[in-house]
């Protein structure tokens, strides 16, 4: 199994992977925070997302959803600076890049990093709201998770 150390490493293996692998790499990032969220829309998206027989109008319509809830979360969280709005906002745009159109060939990879920034700032914006000098480390588990699915 490639151990994967930096992101220098991980960039250069998710852009390896084919449009539809990295839907599926994508979606487990999110999946590994989207407990933080709650959001049965986002949650309903991402299961959109991570199912391979989803279908064109499928994936069209849970992509037009996301971005509404994205102007939603957006609108919310620049009011008060809530961290959890935040965290929501940028957990719906790592779902929105599972869901979006693949990219040509000079933009292969950056489907699953946008998934996977945005899986970091949520994760941020939480260990902020909590005061948490120590945040977990996403990335950290971002490779984790990119070497078991290379591995697989």
Known sequence: MTKISSDIEFRQNLAELDPARQRAVAVR??????ALSGDERIEHAVRVAGNPEASTDELAAAFKAIKKII??????CGADCDWKDQSDYFIARAT???LSPPLGRQERGKIAWQAAVGCRMA?????IDAEDSSPTDESDQQYRVLSEFLAT
């Open 29 to 34: 990032f999110v999946e590994n925070v989207l």
């Open 96 to 98: 929105a890049a599972c």
């Open 123 to 127: 994760r941020t914006c939480l260990s």
């Open 71 to 76: 102007l939603e979360k957006y609108t919310r």
